[in-house]
T-cell receptor, first 114, second 111 residues
Framework: DAGVIQSPRHEVTEMGQEVTLRCKPI?????LFWYRQTMMRGLELLIY????????DSGMPEDRFSAKMPNASFSTLKIQPSEPRDSAVYFCASSSGLNTGELFFGEGSRLTVL | SQQGEEDPQALSIQEGENATMNCSYKTSINNLQWYRQNSGRGLVHLILIRSNEREKHSGRLRVTLDTSKKSSSLLITASRAADTASYFC???????????FGKGTMLLVSP
């Protein structure tokens, strides 16, 4: 079975540009999570969805960040406009339930904002 | 803020030795999980221990949980070079639905 699929794997962009990261969760999983990983702050939860509905977006750093999940098989994380401090690895993860069970992570999208 | 804090931050051992990593957390939990991350890759789930369990085994992995001390340990026995990775603990808070990760322990196993 395919795991969580993220694209792009690497993105280099200039400050001020819009960035869109994409995620396809594992089929049948009803919870989806976006995490950001940096050396300084570790893994931070940005937002999570349950049954395509955003449940908690308190980790989204600023209004420049937005996330959508239009259907059970697709989610996007958008940064507009991007800034150098947004440089990080962004992970999408999915799970099959709400009770903090095992998370399945994608390989991540490494974003560099110049 | 981070819920779990791993100790040590980095660990270097020889193949065949055992590796022990510790995790401390602050609030009550319903489970604690350990994940592994190879360089440049995503995190992979290793083992989950529930708050009413004290010890769990999976292959060469042994996890303990002491809820009175709010701490957990991960023991990897007979380590191999392929075990070289970062290891993270993650806590699932009671009544909440997400995991909070520590900053991890970087393990280097030399041949």
């Amino acid at each position: 079975d395919a795991g969580v699929i993220q694209s792009p794997r690497h993105e280099v962009t200039e400050m001020g540009q819009e960035v869109t990261l994409r995620c396809k969760p594992i089929s049948g999983h009803n919870s989806l999570f976006w995490y950001r990983q940096t050396m300084m702050r570790g893994l931070e939860l940005l937002i999570y969805f349950n049954n395509n509905v955003p449940i908690d977006d308190s980790g989204m750093p600023e209004d420049r960040f937005s996330a959508k999940m239009p259907n059970a098989s697709f989610s996007t994380l958008k940064i507009q406009p991007s800034e150098p401090r947004d440089s990080a690895v962004y992970f999408c993860a999915s799970s099959s339930g709400l009770n903090t069970g095992e998370l399945f992570f994608g390989e991540g999208s490494r974003l560099t904002v110049l | 803020s981070q819920q779990g804090e791993e100790d040590p931050q980095a660990l270097s051992i020889q193949e065949g030795e055992n590796a022990t990593m510790n995790c401390s957390y602050k609030t009550s939990i319903n489970n604690l999980q350990w994940y592994r991350q190879n360089s440049g890759r995503g995190l992979v789930h290793l083992i989950l221990i529930r708050s009413n369990e004290r010890e769990k085994h999976s292959g060469r992995l042994r996890v303990t949980l002491d809820t009175s001390k709010k701490s957990s340990s991960l023991l990897i026995t007979a380590s191999r070079a392929a075990d070289t990775a970062s290891y993270f603990c993650a806590t699932g808070d009671s009544g909440y639905s997400t995991l909070t990760f520590g900053k991890g322990t970087m393990l280097l196993v030399s041949p």
